[in-house]
């Protein structure tokens, strides 16, 4: 395997998920089921990204004191853990309520509040692709500016928080491609005061994510529209968009462009919903049939 294809930066989170039948605007609401999980946005994508057997190192930092079984359990997956910063603090811990729909996030940061890249990062570390997920802005503007490889800007929610205009310009600057949900597409728009449609054309690739509405890829080429790939069972939508992550690269890794890569995603996507991400047990093999008998269905070419 390419041990320089990808280093990917996000959050190890412990998730405390709460199960409820719906999500109230006020008040209280019964918890049907009560569970810890291993997650966050490195966690999710790290968990499909072996199965799918993408080469990738992991970036995060995390505290000793509250991860120690989570680190055990990477290395029974044989996912690398070298890149990991570990400290004597607490977290980072996501409280999540989900209604198996949607969900409401409230995150405590810990050692992701702080730089860590530096404990971690040897002397002229090289990959071709950096992924820039969730995690600390002038940490990976540094990243982006400095380290060689094609980077991936990924902020997720902690745009509304973490990014200012002026950080958002830069960190576009210094990508190749930047990812957002549809919410996030509106957070920045408002952030840099510019249209949506300009949002989309500020990096040289645009990937926006529209969950059971499948993605759109805004290129050199044009807009593409690529369809999510339904599911009769759905356990839990909580994990999607790192899954499609996982898969994006996945078809990166064997050679595809964006638009057949974001494919790829969607259909990863829609098999990791049914189970639990810890029973995602899918090969790369098995992606790519699925994506030769349905691409013409998933792929929709709109070039204004």
Request: a negative charge; aromatic letters at 10%; hydrophobic letters at 35%.
């Amino acid at each position: 395997m390419e041990d320089n294809f990808l280093a990917f930066f996000g959050h190890l989170n412990i998730d405390v998920v709460m199960r409820v039948p719906s999500l109230p605007s006020r008040g209280s609401v019964n918890i049907q089921r009560h569970e810890e999980n291993f997650g966050g946005t490195a966690g999710n994508f790290a968990i499909i990204a072996s199965s799918l057997g993408i080469p990738f190192h992991l970036y995060s930092a995390v505290s000793r004191n509250s991860h120690g079984k989570f680190l055990e359990f990477l290395k029974s997956r044989n996912i690398d853990t070298d890149h990991i910063s570990i400290s004597g603090d607490f977290g980072p811990i996501c409280y999540s309520a989900t209604d198996g729909r949607d969900q409401v996030y409230y995150i405590y940061q810990g050692p992701m509040d702080k730089p860590f890249s530096r404990e971690v990062l040897k002397s002229g570390s090289k990959y071709r692709w950096i992924h820039l997920g969730t995690g600390p802005q002038d940490d990976y503007m540094n990243i982006a500016e400095n380290m060689e490889g094609r980077k991936v800007f990924d902020p997720g929610q902690e745009i509304s928080y973490r990014y200012s205009r002026d950080n958002i310009i830069r960190m576009v600057s210094a990508t190749s491609l930047w990812i957002l949900n549809e919410h996030e597409l509106s957070v920045a728009s408002k952030i840099v005061g510019v249209p949506e449609d300009e949002i989309t054309s500020m990096a040289p690739e645009t990937i926006v994510t529209r969950g059971a509405r499948g993605s759109t890829v805004y290129g050199p080429h044009g807009r593409t529209e690529i369809r999510s790939r339904k599911s009769d069972v759905v356990f839990d939508t909580i994990g999607a968009g790192d899954a499609y992550r996982a898969g994006f690269y996945l078809g990166i890794y064997k050679g595809l462009d964006t638009v057949h890569s974001c494919a790829v995603g969607s259909i990863v996507s829609g098999l990791a919903v049914q189970k639990p991400l810890l029973d995602f047990k899918y090969s790369a093999l098995d992606i790519f049939k699925i994506l030769k008998a349905e691409e013409d269905e998933i792929i929709i070419a709109q070039n204004d």
